[in-house]
């Protein structure tokens, strides 16, 4: 693992510790002796050490310290009796001291150390801020949940940006039912990048008297906010009714080549999912740290996938009749978006929000996929909507019953 800040020399730790020895006529000669047995720690990376002496630091999952010999200075808090220690660089922590001298690490700035990559990415997106403890970055740093998410929404915003057109433009009419015909199909792309026509293919499908029938077509690079137009040959006894353009790469290389970051994105995440990290971790601190239960968890995910294969096999794909079970599947906050989605006036539910909005298309509808994304019953359902791939991500609640209930589709 590479991380950006080295780790303190051992002639740094030796002349630390000279410094110590040398420190008889300072008043607070036992602070910078504490001072220095843990810089020597974070030095060496020693975590259980660490751990001992600064509790909070459980969060940090490794430290290291770009230091100066000589730079180490021990300054008294005079408000609340505690001591700063400035190391350099930007890096300090606090000691504080009991009634007994017992002395403890309680906050520090720049001692944790993360990936180089994942802070370079932290960065971007606004999850590092300068200024916060290293226990406050390690909690940002820590919800791995978001970028999931980020990478997920992208995907499915480019997919929603990057279309092909469901109408033709004929260049060339068959004459006869064995003849050829050329056709062509626009390409949007309203992102502001552009789009590699390596990255995507276009499939064009046609109907015919004789049967159905279906075009493959390489991509063609999109100016960003532009469009192109790509050309192919189609039966005389067939004709084009509709395309769907399918990214080619997986989601995570789209977003690694496409994403801009803005540097908000992750204060947006923790708005939008009403996060308060430092109330979590205090309510944490106050009832304990729980253990995960493997099998409880493993059960949730059973009975989920179990709710969701049966909604959508009964009323999404199937014909049930939705509107008489609505308070058996569904919350209340989320029959009132179903409702303010169903667009016609004899009133009911847009069960369609659980699909990919495609009106027609060659093939079935089955789900192909469900899996638990982050916690809090959020899952990724991956499924063919009349051919078309789509993905939905559907949260789950569980009612006072024990239950589980749909609450939110997107």
Known sequence: MIFMKTKLSLFAVLCLIGMAACSQGDPNKDVAAFANRFASYVAQNQLDSIRAIYPDAAECDSFALNFVADSLRVTTNDQDGTFTVNVGNGADFVVAKDKDGNMSVVSSHELAAFNADDLAFAKSVGQYKDGLTDVQQARRMGVKEFKESLVFNFSKELNAKVTA????KE????????????????????????????????????DGQHGNG????KGKNIPAGGSTTIQF????NSYPTGALLT??????QLFVKYFKATGSEFDEYLKANDLDLDAVANTQKSVGEKVADTSTKA???????????????????????????????CTEKLLKKLAADYDFEDGGYAIWDFRSGEQEGPGKSEIKSIK????????EV?????????????????????????????
Do not use: C, W
Not at 165 to 168: A, C, G, T
Not at 233 to 236: F, K, Q, R, V
Not at 308 to 327: H, L, N, P, Q
Not at 372 to 379: A, K
């Open 165 to 168: 057109s469901q109408s033709f």
């Open 171 to 206: 260049i060339k009419l068959p004459e006869f039912a064995a003849d050829e015909g050329i056709s062509a199909v626009t390409v949007t792309n309203k992102t502001n990048v552009a789009i590699d026509g390596s990255d995507y293919v276009i499939d064009i499908f046609a």
């Open 214 to 217: 279906s075009y493959h077509q």
């Open 233 to 236: 040959s189609y039966a005389g």
């Open 247 to 252: 990214f080619t790469i997986p989601d995570e």
């Open 299 to 329: 059960d949730e995910d059973t009975k989920a996938e179990q709710l969701i294969r049966t909604f959508y096999d009964k009323y999404v794909f199937g014909d049930g009749d939705f509107s008489a079970v609505t308070k058996k599947y």
């Open 372 to 379: 638990r994304v982050r916690e809090g019953l959020v899952y």
């Open 382 to 410: 991956e499924m063919l909507d009349m051919g078309h791939p789509h993905t939905a991500l559907v949260t789950l609640i569980k009612a006072g019953t024990g239950d589980l209930l749909f609450d939110d589709v997107k």
